[in-house]
């Protein structure tokens, strides 16, 4: 059904870009919504990727499968990373549609930037996003930026912790039950 939607989005020319985004979140250790602003002047085919993905509802109810202490949560795999699928899997998909390339920026990885994820390939970023918990200024100019959180860092800091090194989200994750574009 999402690749449905998705489709239909993309042939009509996908949504208008918006200036930012709605994100509800649920679970054991976060609930409420942050709002978010993003930077279409600074990634305008990230923020398109992701307004289109949110406009078709393929980020609702997709987890947080990686969170890491005092650096950031990861979220947007809308391959396998819905509720009720495989968790072993999720953070190793995306969408249905191309990889995008690298829109690097002199803009900072402070807390609440969001920036796009990707493989070890720059140009391979598709569909999820972290949110920083605290500033990383090792991702700059490797990573890039697509907005910031504007309301809510106190949702965000409630998000489920992972465990280990990589951060893996054991038994429930929290997650985004509802992503809505905002103009």
């Given at each position: 059904m999402r690749k449905l939607v998705l489709a239909t989005a993309i042939l009509a020319g996908g949504p208008a870009f918006a200036t930012g985004l709605e994100i509800d979140i649920a679970g054991e250790g976060a609930n409420g919504t942050i709002t978010v602003d993003l930077f279409e002047?600074?990634?305008?085919?990230?923020?398109?990727?992701?307004?289109?993905?949110?406009?078709?509802?393929?980020?609702?109810?997709?987890?947080?499968?990686?969170v890491i202490d005092g650096f950031m949560a990861q979220t947007g795999d809308v391959e396998f990373g819905g509720m009720g699928g495989d968790m072993r899997m999720a953070g190793r998909g995306g969408s249905d549609l191309p990889d995008l390339p690298a829109?690097?920026?002199?803009?900072?990885?402070?807390?609440?930037?969001?920036?796009?994820?990707?493989?070890?390939?720059?140009?391979?970023?598709?569909?999820?996003?972290?949110?920083?918990?605290?500033?990383?200024?090792?991702?700059?100019?490797?990573?890039?930026?697509?907005?910031?959180?504007?309301?809510?860092?106190?949702?965000?800091?409630?998000?489920?912790?992972?465990?280990?090194?990589?951060?893996a989200v054991i038994g429930q994750p929290d997650r985004m039950s509802g992503v809505r574009v905002t103009e």
């Open positions: 002047d600074v990634a305008p085919l990230h923020v398109e990727r992701i307004t289109t993905l949110a406009s078709s509802g393929a980020y609702d109810d997709v987890v947080f499968h990686r829109e690097f920026s002199d803009l900072a990885f402070e807390r609440g930037v969001i920036g796009m994820a990707r493989a070890q390939s720059p140009d391979s970023a598709n569909s999820q996003f972290f949110i920083m918990f605290e500033p990383g200024p090792f991702l700059n100019g490797q990573y890039t930026v697509v907005g910031e959180v504007t309301d809510g860092m106190d949702v965000v800091d409630a998000i489920k912790r992972g465990e280990g090194q990589n951060g």
